[in-house]
């Protein structure tokens, strides 16, 4: 983990403004949207096997060795980083995985990032899981970060090991010169093109989780914790959400931690892709409070030998590194499914390839005055590379959509001056068995939105399911579908309507939102 430094201005901006999936939409006078629950954990269908302590161990004994062996470091542009790069990549070809190695210039010396993708998933949804190799010049890093470089790689060759078929496309990442500045994930971030960007749907990030004094934390990705700078990019909730799963199932209470920017997340935030991940501290002193959370030692840092020639393997916290390994497998199997509903009676599906009786403002209280929500067969449009309406749906030519023609700029026909409502016809669900929702949606903006602006679904009956409540945030987030699949059994025996509800709240924000395949089946 790079030194404690200002953030810069962008990155500031870039999160502060972020408001994550499960994340609550800030009231606008026309419509208030009141708070939601928080967004369903993904929990793999096929579990995660538990990850050997003693294999990922053996692999910081390799990163010993090398620094050992090599000036007793693997620092950046020195020959015991490029050594761990060729270990790292040795073990990933051997079992399938297609590897390459990306360079880059910094301080006059070349770095290096090694990339390896898990063949097969879905090429559009990329769960990519990353952690920086390098270490300091001060100590061969062992904790600081082989800690999370071998857990990760562990990991991934537990993909291998297993046969594990995700449904989305699996990446891991080894990052140079994370120490100098985030050199490395900034330059592959960088080189993304935005169709490139677009398609990363989740970035994990481990970065020390193995400090011998450790604490417990999780990435603060919907600022539930006010710990600083505010939440992740939408999504970044539902990543905090399921690692915190993990460790709720262990027993092991967590914190939150701030995006402030020491660690390779920071790139992929500053360009609004969810990210999240876990951390067992570096130079910052455990608390009274702390110590009686977790046990260790008060007074003392998490990592007494944070950037020093000590950090080697005997500055690891075997019982956090064994927990941490397992919270990736974890998350790393539960992103990588997708949530699809159980099987079942279908009580209520739209495709929308017909006209089935929805209505636009239903209840005469609409304010926007462009871009209203309507069935249509919308036209692909874009802002400087950002893709802001998708010209293809889910399925055949149709979904509800926020202003389905395209204009000679991409806001012409985007939603505008307030929010616009639509609701399906009454729906009469069954007095038994488990009902879930399943839908297709997205949120698209511009840096020019914020959290004013949202997309919200819910199932209103005497009572109320919000299934989806998602806001806007002062970054580019380009259209792309996602899933969501909710309980709403609360509702059993009601008639109801889904209404689902987009907002422009914003001064000249530019935004659009679709919804496609809404089926509620009993089980």
């Not at 920017?261 to 009274?288: L, N």
């Not at 020639?309 to 075997?318: E, K, L, V």
């Not at 488990?434 to 679904?457: E, G, I, K, Q």
């Amino acid at each position: 983990m790079r030194p404690r430094t200002p953030r810069t201005a962008g990155l500031a901006v870039a999160v502060a403004t972020a408001t994550a999936l499960a994340g609550t939409p800030a009231a606008v006078a026309a419509s208030p949207a009141p708070a939601g629950p928080a967004a369903p954990v993904a929990v793999a269908a096929v579990a995660a096997p538990n990850i050997a302590l003693a294999n990922v161990k053996a692999h910081l004994s390799q990163f010993q060795s090398i620094a050992t062996a090599n000036g007793g470091n693997r620092a950046h542009g020195r020959p015991g980083y490029l050594a761990s790069v060729n270990y790292v990549r040795a073990q990933l070809d051997a079992v399938g995985y297609t590897t390459a190695v990306q360079s880059f210039t910094y301080n006059g010396a070349t770095g290096y990032n090694l990339i390896a993708d898990w063949p097969g998933g879905d090429p559009n949804a990329v769960v990519m899981t990353g952690a920086h190799l390098d270490s300091t010049t001060s100590g061969p890093g062992i904790n600081d970060n082989g800690s999370g470089s071998a857990a990760i790689l562990e990991v991934a060759l537990a993909v291998a090991r297993t046969g594990f078929v995700p449904d989305r496309h699996l990446r891991f990442a080894w990052w140079g010169a994370e120490e100098l500045g985030l050199r490395g994930s900034r330059y592959y971030v960088d080189n993304l093109s935005s169709a490139e960007r677009s398609r990363i749907r989740q970035y994990l990030n481990f970065d020390m989780v193995g400090s011998p004094n450790a604490g417990y934390f999780v990435y603060d990705g919907d600022n539930s914790d006010g710990v600083g700078a505010g939440p992740g990019p939408a999504g970044s909730a539902q990543i905090e959400q399921t690692i915190q799963a993990y460790f709720t199932s262990i027993g092991v209470p967590t914190r939150g931690t701030d995006f402030d920017g020491r660690s390779d997340y920071g790139p992929f935030i500053s360009v609004g892709i969810p990210a999240g991940g876990t951390f067992t501290g570096a130079e910052g002193v455990k608390t009274s409070a702390q110590a009686s959370l977790w046990g260790g030692t008060a007074g003392q840092a998490f990592d007494p030998c944070y950037h020093r020639a000590c950090d080697t393997t005997s500055n690891i916290n075997d019982t956090a590194l064994d927990r941490n390994a397992d919270a990736i497998a974890y998350t790393v199997w539960a992103l990588a499914q997708v949530a699809t509903p159980p099987p079942g009676t279908t009580v209520y599906s739209d495709t929308f390839e017909t006209a089935t009786g929805w209505t636009t403002n239903p209840a005469g209280t609409d304010t926007a005055t462009a871009g209203r929500w309507e069935r249509g067969d919308p036209a692909a449009t874009s802002s400087s590379g950002v893709a802001t309406q998708l010209g293809t749906t889910v399925s055949g030519s149709f979904d509800l959509v926020t202003g389905p023609l395209a204009g000679s700029s991409a806001g012409d026909h985007d939603l505008d001056g307030g929010v616009s409502t639509i609701q399906s016809p009454a729906i009469t669900l069954p007095s038994t068995g488990t009902l879930t929702l399943s839908f297709s949606w997205y949120l698209a903006h511009l840096s020019n939105s914020s959290s004013a602006d949202y997309l919200r679904v819910r199932v209103v009956g005497a009572g109320t399911v919000t299934a989806l409540s998602v806001a806007g945030a002062a970054t580019n987030r380009a259209a792309s579908w996602q899933t969501a699949a909710v309980d709403v059994s609360a509702l059993r025996g009601q008639t109801v309507r889904i209404v689902i509800d987009a907002a422009d709240a914003s001064t000249a924000s530019l935004v659009e939102a679709a919804v496609d395949d809404v089926r509620i089946v009993q089980s």
